[in-house]
């Protein structure tokens, strides 16, 4: 079984519409370099739509990865219902890099692809929620939390495990140092995050009635290495705050505060104007391992983890305890999302 045919390497989409009249029955490769996740990831969301639109049979990607040690990168992509849906798959850095030398060599690459992947029917899953009850103010909550869910490859350590041990254990640790803000701050681990986002729209749905009372949200999704300080999604007045909040973290070197977000979870949130606060990590390896068979433990660092746990448990200690709501925007700024999935 499976599908047998020529590869044709391109290195973009312009290439691919230049190079249209070759595309037919064949496997279209997009070897793409590594630039930046929001730029390279349009050939996994899109490729085979792309690729079919031309008459290809299948098509393959460059891993979106900034490195590489033979080992492929997954992750969501999605069809169009205009136009035939073919099977896609990503390679390894390597191998795509290798089809490209061959094709520039003038060979005639063949391929067979044999797939066993199949979307199974959904099964529920839930978010789950614990909550520091405030002590004034117990009604208005800030939210802090990442994602439960992985991929299938590695073991999600730094996506999201290690976000969603943070908001843990940057609650868990107020409680232990019994620092009772004034108003709540609820820990959410959000399930559903890589393919669809339904534990983020669900949790904005069934808590609509308190929206209003939503003070901040702060999720952790970019792996938690060495934070340098916050990005934040809200507007002027909030970035104003958070740049009072990072320095207070001098001693760990995180004050730095600058715009950005919101990321995929707390979107849903400041798409109704909640400001939206993140950390800002050095992700400088985050897309070696990300969505691969290498996110695991061992790439966590015990004192960076810790960091970030401080650095998490002082800005929602401080938003849930400063005398004046963490400040919004006058009118929602428009949302865009920092890192796509």
């Not at 793409?32 to 996994?44: A, C, I, K």
């Amino acid at each position: 079984g499976g599908i047998t045919a020529p590869v044709l390497v391109v290195a973009s989409f312009d290439e691919l519409t230049r190079r249209a009249s070759e595309v037919p029955g064949k496997i279209v490769l997009f070897n793409v370099p590594f630039t930046s996740y929001g730029e390279t990831v349009r050939y996994r969301s899109s490729g085979a739509i792309e690729a079919a639109r031309h008459g290809a049979v299948a098509s393959l990607i460059r891993s979106v990865a900034s490195s590489s040690i033979n080992s492929p990168h997954t992750g969501a992509m999605r069809y169009d219902t205009t136009v035939r849906q073919i099977p896609a798959a990503a390679l390894s850095v390597e191998d795509a890099a290798m089809l490209g030398r061959m094709q520039a060599r003038g060979e005639e690459v063949v391929v067979t692809l044999k797939m066993e992947a199949r979307t199974l029917a959904d099964a529920q899953s839930r978010n789950v929620v614990a909550e520091l009850r405030g002590t004034e103010r117990p009604e208005e909550i800030v939210v802090v939390g990442g994602h439960i869910d992985s991929w299938d490859v590695g073991t999600g350590a730094m996506d999201d495990a290690g976000g969603s041990v943070a908001a843990w254990e940057a609650v868990r640790l107020l409680k232990q140092l019994g620092l009772r803000p004034r108003r709540t701050i609820r820990v959410v681990l959000w399930t559903n995050e890589e393919n669809g986002l339904r534990g983020a729209t669900g949790y904005r749905d069934a808590h609509a009635a308190e929206l209003d009372n939503h003070v901040l949200a702060m999720e952790s999704d970019n792996g938690v290495f060495k934070p340098s300080g916050y990005y934040m999604a809200g507007g002027a007045a909030a970035l104003a705050v958070t740049r009072e909040i990072a320095s207070l973290l001098s001693g760990i070197g995180a004050t730095s505060a600058t715009e950005g977000g919101p990321e995929a979870d707390v979107s849903p949130l400041a798409e109704r104007g909640i400001p939206a606060a993140a950390l800002n990590v050095d992700g400088s390896r985050y897309f070696w391992y990300h969505h691969s068979d290498g996110d695991t433990k061992d790439k966590l660092s015990p004192r960076d983890l810790n960091e970030c746990i401080a650095a998490m448990a002082v800005m929602v200690y401080v938003a849930a305890d400063m005398p004046e709501r963490f400040p919004r925007a006058a009118a929602a700024d428009s949302v865009r999302r920092r890192v796509p999935r």
